[in-house]
């Protein structure tokens, strides 16, 4: 039987999912040609801050939207990035 893409990373514990987000923002920034300090000003932040939510932080939900708007991320990856 053949698991679903999202399906893995529900049985993680909560730190690791936090990273496996962080990983998944860096490589949408990443593929969308923004740097960190770019993100930064999506937020209104530091790019500490940018660098700390790539490493597992964590992000607030209105965050996360802004900066998948900003990525210009698909709808698929908009889905996965959210149910992380």
């Not at 700390?52 to 698909?74: F, K, M, P, T």
């Amino acid at each position: 039987m053949k698991e679903s893409v999202t399906q893995p990373h529900r049985e993680l514990p909560p730190a690791v999912m936090k990273v496996v987000l962080g990983n998944q923002l860096a490589r949408l920034r990443e593929e969308a040609g923004v740097k960190q300090e770019e993100a930064a000003g999506v937020l209104g932040c530091t790019q500490q801050k940018i660098a700390h939510i790539e490493g597992g932080s964590g992000i607030q939900l209105i965050e996360l939207n802004a900066l998948l708007d900003r990525y210009a991320a698909n709808e698929a990856d908009r889905a996965y990035t959210r149910d992380l």
